[in-house]
């Protein structure tokens, strides 16, 4: 039989590296037409029913659609501390007693950064889009909670390595801070509260529902392993015969035991016994007599388990996993950034509501007072007196509701920037937003959009953690088919004994003395031991054959299961993405549509309501037509504002679906990843606030 070999996957996902740059690179069925060749070849010898499942990919794949592949990137230096935890603590050379001591993390800081009491200016905060985003860099608590995830990747890696199994990753979007639309936490699942993460298990009626990740036989143990049993012992047997009188017998022993695993399927056990033991028995030759012995034994996998890859694939699934872990991290700057985008431009729609909210009252409240005074000359009724005070009430009612939603969109962007809100000054500051969104078309509104979908399949965390997933799943499916073998070992020893002493001189059967033999020494008695004078050895043959084998058929058909949805997965993510960039760009276009017609049914309003008013003073129209003006006006406004507000966030979510956030904006993810901001990122499309009076956050005074 053809053992399993390394290189078949590594080969693969270099030849999807190096032609990742390009469109229309590889058939998703011409993957798993390589699978299927690798599995063909793999079960050589290994019965029809088997090859036949393996030849039942490269049928399914010729049906695949035509995708691209994503672009797989290289792992980053993203750690959240400076040491790598995929690396042993003690070195051979340095140190031996640091691997065995406990591993110290830095608590975690929850001081804002000097960047945010820098923008203080007089008990308030002026805020760009720029250093509201930097801020968010630094201080977010979500980022700084997936920063950590980067560390948890190596440790598993770390275990990976010594052969042990691999504990999982939170690869999911952590989502806990709050949004402008949402009051309530959205509850990640985990010590790293994300949410659902790549190829993580889902939540089952009765619990949790485990998957096949990690099938197959255990690796053996890599790190070696010496034991010593040190025991001191003392005996007093009675006589129960003639032939047993009464000893009594002190016993020292020495045992050494040294084990280790090879990646090839191979362990050896060396043990090195020694005895001293001293009696007082008239029946034994020594006392004290010496006593040694040592065996070797070195046993081979030749079928389950047998070969290097399937020893290393934990090595393997570790690294994907670290590699889904940075396109995980860069996915959470991605959604982290698009959500403080998305509360700025709340916050400026608040912040120009009530700035429209108060020129509305303004307007109101001149003209109840200009109606007064006509009541009070007789040349107004009554009632259009009362008509302008309703108004003056609406106007305030909406001015306070205007001034409620701007003080909770501050609070809320707060809590998106900063880490710590027990700072008085902090919490009563407010929040001014210094940047507006502004018209400039951007190229991706008038690129065709099946070049979009192409930059969205090669740069999309979403998709690349699909495949590096699949990927995970071949490794599980094939270490499932190698659980189904028997278990044949060939095992070989040499060891050997050797005894020692000095003479008792106390010897004697049926009272004639012993005759004396020459003492040995503990040297000597250690020499025998190696130059064959009793030696020990073997060769041997374990062989397990499970009769019916229903828990690993069982492993092996549910891991190719899931290998097939892992597949549809795939695929579906490229119609989802498709879709979302096809839905962006359309309303992206309808948004810049509504922003200018907002514009124009605001400056129509404004004349509207100037013409109205003139005529007022002519005598040519009534308060009720001017107060029916103002309210156009207010709703015109309303519109405006919400038609910008929704260009804004829908322009940024159209980046985050392409995944060029960061290109667009210039945020370094090496520095998001150590929470060091050194330039704040640059956004372009805007344009600055214009100069005006600051809105008033506390209610307006009563009349």
């Known amino acids: 039989m053809q053992l399993f070999s390394k290189g078949v996957f590594e080969q693969q996902e270099e030849t999807a590296r190096n032609s990742g740059g390009q469109t229309g690179r590889k058939l998703a069925g011409n993957r798993l037409r390589a699978l299927a060749a ?14 036949q499942q393996a030849a039942g990919i490269d049928k399914a794949a010729s049906d695949l659609p035509l995708e691209p592949t994503p672009v797989l990137t290289e792992p980053l230096d993203l750690r959240a501390t400076q040491r790598d935890f995929s690396k042993p603590a003690g070195k051979p050379w340095g140190n031996p007693i640091n691997m065995y001591r406990p591993t110290t993390i830095a608590k975690a800081s929850f001081q804002n950064t000097v960047r945010l009491s820098d923008l203080m200016k007089d ?19 979500d980022i700084a909670i997936a920063r950590y995830n980067l560390d948890i990747a190596d440790t598993d890696l770390l275990r990976a390595r010594a052969g042990s199994g691999l504990r999982g990753v939170n690869s999911g979007v952590v989502a806990n801070t709050l949004s402008g639309s949402s009051s309530t936490l959205s509850g990640g699942g985990g010590p790293g509260g994300t949410t659902g993460g790549s190829g993580g298990a889902a939540s089952g009626s009765s619990g949790l529902v485990l998957s096949t990740s990690g ?10 392993t010496l034991a010593s049993t040190i025991q001191f012992e003392r005996a007093e047997s009675p006589q129960t015969s003639t032939f047993a009188p009464r000893a009594y017998t002190n016993t ?9 695993g090879f990646i090839t399927g191979s362990n050896l056990n060396l043990t090195f016994n020694n005895s001293r033991s001293a009696t007082s028995s008239p029946f034994s030759t020594y006392s004290p007599q010496l006593s040694a012995n040592f065996r070797a034994t070195v046993t081979q996998h030749l079928l389950q388990g047998a070969g290097i890859w399937v ?45 429209a909210k108060e020129r509305a009252l303004d307007q109101s409240s001149k003209l109840g007072a200009d109606n007064r005074k006509q009541l009070e000359i007789g040349t107004l009724a009554p009632l259009d007196v009362v008509n302008s005070d309703a108004a003056v009430a609406s106007d305030k009612q909406a001015l306070i509701s205007s001034q409620s939603s701007l003080n909770y969109q501050q609070q809320i962007i707060k809590q998106a920037i900063a880490r710590n809100l027990n700072d008085t000054a902090l919490v009563a500051a407010a929040v001014i937003p210094t940047d507006r969104v502004s018209l400039e078309q951007l190229p991706e509104e008038s690129q065709p959009v099946d070049d979009l979908v192409q930059q969205a399949f090669k740069n999309s965390p979403v998709l690349e953690q ?57 040297g000597t008695t250690v020499d025998n031991l190696f130059n064959s004078s009793s030696p020990d050895k073997g060769i041997g043959f374990n062989l397990s054959i499970p009769l019916r084998n229903r828990t690993a058929q069982a492993d092996q058909a549910r ?49 509207s309501l100037d013409a109205e008013q003139k005529k007022l003073k002519l005598g040519a129209s009534t308060a009720a037509n001017v107060l029916l003006q103002e309210k156009n006006m207010a709703a015109a406004d309303n519109n405006l504002n919400s038609a910008k507000a929704a260009y804004a966030k829908d322009r940024a979510g ?49 009349q």
């Open 215 to 224: 099938a197959g036989p255990a690796p053996a143990n890599l790190d070696p």
């Open 38 to 51: 690798a599995m063909l070849t793999l079960t050589a010898g290994v019965p029809s029913g088997f090859a």
């Open 466 to 522: 699909a495949a590096l997933t699949l990927k995970n799943n071949e490794i599980t499916l094939r270490g499932a088919r190698n659980a189904l073998l028997p278990t044949l070992d060939a095992y070989g020893f040499y060891g050997a004994s050797a005894a020692g002493g000095s003479f008792n001189k106390s010897c004697n059967v049926f009272g004639t003395p012993c005759t004396p033999v020459p003492s040995v020494g503990y």
């Open 559 to 607: 891991s190719l299961i899931e290998y097939r949805q892992s597949e549809l997965r795939l695929e579906q993510l490229y119609t989802e993405i498709r879709m979302q960039v096809v839905s962006a760009q359309f309303a992206l276009t309808n948004d810049r549509a509504q922003v200018v017609a907002s514009i124009a049914a605001k400056d129509y309003a404004q004349q």
């Open 311 to 355: 020893n290393k694939r934990f090595v393997y699934q570790a690294i994907n996993d670290r590699r889904i872990t940075d396109s995980s991290f860069r996915q959470q700057i991605l959604y982290t950034v698009n959500q403080v985008e998305n509360i700025y431009w709340g916050l400026v729609q608040a912040y120009e509501d009530v700035q």
């Open 654 to 702: 159209l980046y985050q679906i392409l995944a060029s956030t960061l290109e667009h904006y210039g945020i370094n993810l090496q520095e998001a990843a150590t929470g060091t901001v050194k330039a704040a990122p640059v956004v372009p499309g805007l344009t600055p606030a214009k100069s005006g009076a600051e809105p008033t956050t506390a209610p307006p005074a009563a």
């Open 252 to 260: 020292d022993s020495y045992d050494f035991t040294y084990t280790q």
């Open 123 to 141: 008990g308030k905060i002026y805020l760009s889009l720029s250093d509201a985003l930097a801020l968010a860099l630094e201080n977010n608590f």
